[in-house]
């Protein structure tokens, strides 16, 4: 347990900086695409595609850091 207090903030810092890039990206993503000239439906649909990219990802991380 003592090990795990030393991690934990760590550990938090990292969660917190990968929720807000998460967010961001996909957010503003659309945004930055249809200001460089990429139709809506386009730009909405490749933020689709990044999330869908991503689901496997999310769905991984929790049984590699359980081994």
């Given at each position: 347990?003592?090990?795990f207090i030393r991690v934990a903030p760590t550990l938090?810092?990292?969660i917190l900086f990968f929720a807000f890039f998460d967010t961001v990206i996909l957010s503003l993503f659309p945004t930055c695409t249809a200001a460089h000239g990429l139709p809506l439906t386009l730009s909405a649909a490749a933020a689709v595609v990044v999330l869908f990219a991503?689901?496997?990802?999310?769905?991984?991380?929790?049984?590699?850091?359980?081994?």
């Amino acid at each position: 347990m003592p090990g795990f207090i030393r991690v934990a903030p760590t550990l938090c810092v990292g969660i917190l900086f990968f929720a807000f890039f998460d967010t961001v990206i996909l957010s503003l993503f659309p945004t930055c695409t249809a200001a460089h000239g990429l139709p809506l439906t386009l730009s909405a649909a490749a933020a689709v595609v990044v999330l869908f990219a991503l689901a496997p990802l999310r769905q991984g991380l929790p049984e590699r850091v359980a081994e």
